[in-house]
């Protein structure tokens, strides 16, 4: 990592799901997309309405948003060597590493060969298409996406299923606490020196590519010689390396998991565990991290 001065912040050609969440569009559909046909693929890519995180004067009553897994990068053509500038995890996945499964506990009945996705090639999905929309909008929104020209560049190969955020989650803890913010202005110093208080903004290059992050430095990416790519033109200098083009500038890494939480198995061992209510709600909280109104 290199440190360099910190860039503007190109808001137009970053998805709004970084900066505003869509929390307020309760309904969503999450789909898993296979490329039919890859040139058909970027035509249609070139022609959707993506939401960008400038903020506009109202809420929008929809949003769309797609992520693409490295198998997706390889089917649209992207060169190798771009993608071997991505992180080792991203390139190898969730289930690509043994050491990785067992630190994130996908063992014995969690274990990658037994997920319902992601895991055997033929299973690999190509991109997430991300669709939110107000109360009773994801029909229309539904079949404004899968027309014609999206059957033929795209098979949908699983909707994972989704439901309204609650205030507390599944165990019943209240949730969301605490939540960091992406310092969009920029306002606060990367300078632990000149910081003396708590706070729970994050620089940019925290959660996206090609910005600082909080000890003003630049996270690895691919980064491409101009004379080496036609395309180059389009692509911002990168702010580190600025004789390099910056391919993955205002793009960011997505993790999505598909849990089973075995809510009244987790209820069950803590009421095994101890002897009174009392202990019964200490041990759950400790596990959980917090009270369940959310205090520490």
Known sequence: MTKSSPPNIQLDDIQALLRFG???????????????NPALARNWLSQAEFNNATRQHSIPSQAVQVAFTVE????????NKIIEGFSDEFISGMHGDESRSRRLGDIGDNAPENWAWGH?????????????SEKDGMPTLRSSINDEAFQKAFEIQ?????????????????DGISQPKVDWEQQQSTDI???????NLLAPGE?????????????????????DDPLAAVLPDAQDKPAKKDFARNGSYLVVRQLQQDVPGFWK???KATNSEQEREQL????????????P
Request: hydrophobic share 40%.
């Open 72 to 79: 997706g990068l390889r089917a649209m053509g992207l060169d």
């Open 158 to 174: 699983r909707e994972l299923p989704t439901a309204e955020l609650r205030a507390e989650e599944p165990f019943g803890f209240v």
């Open 207 to 227: 959660v996206m590519l090609g910005y600082a992050n909080e000890y003003g430095l630049y996270t690895p990416r691919p980064l491409i010689d101009a004379q």
């Open 269 to 271: 061992y803590v009421d």
């Open 22 to 36: 869509h929390g307020r569009l309760i309904e969503s559909a999450f789909l898993l997309l296979k490329i039919r």
């Open 193 to 199: 020196h000149k910081r003396d208080h708590y706070s």
């Open 284 to 295: 759950a909280a400790k596990m959980v991290g917090r009270q369940r109104d959310g205090t």
């Open 120 to 132: 055997e090639p033929d299973q690999f999905p190509h991109m997430l298409l991300m669709l939110y």
